[in-house]
T-cell receptor, first 115, second 108 residues
Framework: ETGVTQTPRHLVMGMTNKKSLKCEQHLGHNAMYWYKQSAKKPLELMFV???????ENNSVPSRFSPECPNSSHLFLHLHTLQPEDSALYLC??????????????FGPGTRLTVT | SQQGEEDPQALSIQEGENATMNCSYKTSINNLQWYRQNSGRGLVHLILIRSNEREKHSGRLRVTLDTSKKSSSLLITASRAADTASYFC????????FGTGTSLTVIP
């Protein structure tokens, strides 16, 4: 699990707060991902970055803003969230995008609660 | 939806028994992967099977793929309490799709 780290592990924030989630991968991968996992729902792909360029944005509300300053780091900036945004946010990386040929390595996730 | 859908949603077995989980999907794929997730943690990759493969083994895991039926199965033999987790299939069809998972409980 130390290949991909996420901080913080738990976050409680009010709807007017601004916070950021951080992900770091130590595997030398080129692609990084943000997923949202809510109870009883499939894992939702939010954003995909390849070589620091965003290649996928799955109709995610603008209150979620990703940032990828380099191939090892990925951030998810949060502002004016809603209670329904409470979920486990997972970061993953893979060697490349390659149409799913490469396995994804996941971080432990950030458990976000919006009050 | 294009996601893989796992079946059953929940499975409870005794230690030592075999556990079988199924995944169905709707579109053509390049490959299919199975992942495992312990409660509240990240997913861990288990096995990848390509669309031109029919069966693959890894330790106590056996995965089959039937592209004509658009389905896959994951068999865990001689289950252990430590196998208790959620299991997801993931398919690629221009994008990576995960299902809702099968929650497996292995009773010691």
């Amino acid at each position: 699990e130390t290949g991909v780290t996420q901080t913080p592990r738990h976050l409680v924030m009010g709807m007017t707060n601004k916070k950021s989630l951080k992900c770091e991968q130590h595997l030398g991968h080129n692609a990084m991902y943000w997923y949202k996992q809510s109870a009883k729902k499939p894992l939702e792909l939010m954003f995909v970055y390849s070589l620091e360029e965003r290649v996928e944005n799955n109709s995610v509300p603008s209150r979620f803003s990703p940032e990828c300053p380099n191939s090892s780091h990925l951030f998810l900036h949060l502002h004016t969230l809603q209670p329904e945004d409470s979920a486990l946010y997972l970061c993953a990386s893979s060697q490349d995008l390659g149409q799913g040929t490469y396995e994804q390595y996941f971080g432990p996730g950030t458990r976000l609660t919006v009050t | 939806s294009q996601q893989g859908e796992e079946d059953p949603q929940a499975l409870s077995i005794q230690e030592g028994e075999n556990a079988t989980m199924n995944c169905s999907y709707k579109t053509s794929i390049n490959n299919l992967q199975w992942y495992r997730q312990n409660s509240g943690r990240g997913l861990v990759h288990l096995i990848l099977i390509r669309s031109n493969e029919r069966e693959k083994h890894s330790g106590r895991l056996r995965v089959t793929l039937d592209t004509s039926k658009k389905s896959s199965s994951l068999l865990i033999t001689a289950s252990r309490a430590a196998d208790t987790a959620s299991y997801f299939c993931a398919t690629d069809a221009n994008q990576f799709y995960f299902g809702t998972g099968t929650s497996l409980t292995v009773i010691p």
